[in-house]
């Protein structure tokens, strides 16, 4: 049975572009890119030419790209290098209700550490409200960390509205950005962002290689203690195999954008389409405009999405019901929950999401199976009223 992958989120298939990259390193280079030697030198060259593909996919400069191994290490640096660097001039850092565990657990941990967080909420698409966070930032807040778009959902939020209002009260911004980077086009300096967190599994680039960008003077303590690789602000040999695979992902990303972007709007709106006109009582979540264009959040009211799931998978078709990092909790999650659904609506929840080999022929097939399966699993629900 082909297998349909619709759970791009989760991660994506790696571009053969990619691959050979990764591959021909491997192959060819093995040295330190600390080392003063040739041999360290091959190396050093690859990861000044990674960096500048990355540089080139969201208009940085070179010195403002940290490399890292995850999203989650990414988002941690940006925020705890932040508030440690400037625990001095205050302890209160702004989000939303909506971000991603890195952050919302990185919260809790400060909080442990006698920081204020503020939490501002978000409304029925789930979009932050710029004055919302304007009036939660204090004399003592030294960050304000708001996603660029949500994974879940797929909001993109007005983060240079944002931006603005940190500048001038003269606050460090980072924005979550793995969602999104690659994805869709993000220019820090449009942004006017101080951090922005991004990795490259999201854009068909491999697992364990990710970025942070820290604008030229913002002021940040180190994550990790040891050497001085990344200019000191990242301790630790690089992964250069990921950072290589990293590099060439944000190459091809840029490259083929355009492309991309256009064929995923067109197979979201078949599936959009197909599943209005073939499956009654569902919700589609997120603003209808302000979005990913590659992702498509649906509620199937009287259904467990857990159990839809299953039962695609059974019939050789991948979707989601959450973000991968919070699959296997029993509760809701707190994205719908925040955009205000009810504890069940949320459970009935499937994330569906494309990357560039996806093709309209996986969607049909996704729409002939998932019918059947709803109106199984409705004949046996307590809860749902035909």
Not at 76 to 96: E, M, Q, Y
Not at 120 to 131: F, N, R, W
């Amino acid at each position: 049975m082909d297998l349909a992958y619709l759970d791009n989120y989760g991660a994506t298939p790696l571009h053969p572009q990619v691959l050979e990259t990764m591959v021909n390193y491997l192959r060819t280079t093995f040295g330190n890119p600390s080392s003063q030697h040739s041999v360290g030198d091959r190396a050093a060259e690859a990861l000044a030419a990674a960096r500048e593909q990355v540089c080139g996919l969201i208009n940085a400069e070179e010195r403002e790209v940290v490399f890292c191994s995850s999203g989650t290490e990414s988002v941690n640096t940006a925020i705890k290098g932040v508030a440690f660097a400037l625990r001095d001039k205050g302890k209160h850092i702004v989000t939303s209700d909506i971000e991603h565990n890195a952050v919302l657990r990185t919260m809790r941990r400060l909080r442990l550490l006698d920081y204020q967080v503020t939490s501002v909420s978000v409304d029925e698409h789930g979009l932050v409200d710029p004055a919302a966070v304007a009036r939660a930032i204090t004399d003592q807040t030294v960050l304000v960390t708001i996603m660029h778009a949500n994974n879940e959902i797929g909001t993109i939020q007005p983060i240079a509205e944002i931006a603005k209002i940190c500048r001038q009260r003269k606050v460090a911004f980072h924005t979550d950005a793995v969602a999104s980077c690659g994805l869709v086009p993000i220019d820090v300096k449009a942004l006017d962002v101080d951090l922005l967190s991004l990795a490259a599994n999201q854009f068909h680039g491999p697992s364990g290689a990710a970025a942070l960008y820290v604008k030229r003077g913002t002021t940040m303590w180190p994550l990790l203690d040891g050497g001085v690789q990344e200019r000191g602000r990242r301790a630790g040999t690089e992964n250069m195999v990921g950072i290589v695979g990293l590099g060439k992902a944000a190459e091809l990303a840029k490259a083929e954008m355009d492309q991309r972007m256009s064929k995923s709007r067109a197979l979201k709106e078949k599936l959009i389409n197909g599943l209005k006109e073939r499956v009654a009582d569902v919700r589609f979540n997120g603003h209808p405009t302000q979005c990913l264009p590659h992702l498509v959040s649906v509620s199937v009211f009287g259904v467990e999405g857990e159990s839809v799931m299953i039962m695609l998978d059974e019939e050789g078709i991948c979707v989601s019901t959450r973000s991968a990092c919070a699959a296997g909790a029993l509760q809701a999650s707190h994205v719908l929950l925040s955009i205000g659904m009810d504890f069940t609506e949320a459970q009935g929840t499937l994330m569906i999401s494309f990357g560039r080999d996806n093709t309209a022929a996986e969607v049909d097939r996704f729409l002939q199976a998932l019918p059947p399966i709803v109106q199984r699993l409705r004949a046996m629900s307590p809860v749902y009223k035909k």
